[in-house]
C-alpha cells in the first residue's frame, strides 16, 4: 500500500497552493516521478513483485511506501532509482524517459537520495570511504571535505 502523509512534517497543510510540495507557481503540479503502468516479475511471471502499478509523485511530496513483508516495496524503490528495469511499463524522470543505466547513475549521483534499509556499506572502508564509493572517484575535493565533517559530526 502506497500512503500519501497528511501530517507531521510531510504536510503542506495552511501554505499556499503555490508553496505545497510539487505545485508551480503558476498552480500546475510538477512530477517528479512517473510510475506508468509498472510491472515487474521473475522466472517467466510465476513470481511476481510488482504488477501494473501507476503512480506520480510531485516534487517536494512525502511519501511513505508501506506493506506487508514480500509486498514489492524494495522492487518499486529499486525501480524508482533504476536500480533495477520494469518488466513491463515505464518510469519517466521529470517527464523524460532515462535512456541508460549511466543517466539513472548520474541521476541517483546529483538527484536521487536512497536510504536502504541494509547499510550496504564495506566494514574495510572508512565511513567517509563508503559514501565516497558509489560516487566512482566523481566526488570533488570540498565534497570529500563535507563528507568529513558530516562523519565528524556523527561521533
Request: aromatic fraction near 4%; include cysteine.
Amino acid at each position: 500500500m502506497l500512503r500519501r502523509s497528511d501530517r507531521g512534517r510531510c504536510s503542506n497543510q495552511g501554505l499556499p497552493a503555490s508553496s505545497a510540495p510539487g505545485v508551480e507557481a503558476t498552480g500546475a503540479v510538477s512530477v517528479l516521478l512517473i510510475f506508468d503502468r509498472v510491472s515487474r516479475d521473475f522466472d517467466d511471471g510465476r513470481a511476481v513483485a510488482l504488477r501494473d502499478v501507476s503512480l506520480e509523485i510531485a516534487r517536494g511530496a512525502c511519501v511513505a511506501i508501506v506493506g506487508r513483508s514480500r509486498s514489492g516495496k524494495s522492487w518499486l524503490l529499486n525501480l524508482a532509482s533504476g536500480i533495477d528495469k520494469p518488466a513491463d511499463g515505464r518510469v519517466p524522470w521529470r517527464g523524460e524517459p532515462v535512456a541508460s543505466r549511466r543517466d539513472w547513475a548520474a541521476l541517483r549521483l546529483q538527484e536521487i537520495g536512497i536510504v536502504f534499509q541494509e547499510f550496504h556499506r564495506s566494514a574495510t572502508l572508512t565511513a567517509a570511504q563508503n559514501v565516497e564509493l558509489p560516487h566512482d572517484g566523481a566526488v570533488a575535493s570540498d565534497t570529500t571535505a563535507s563528507c568529513m565533517l558530516a562523519v565528524d559530526q556523527l561521533r
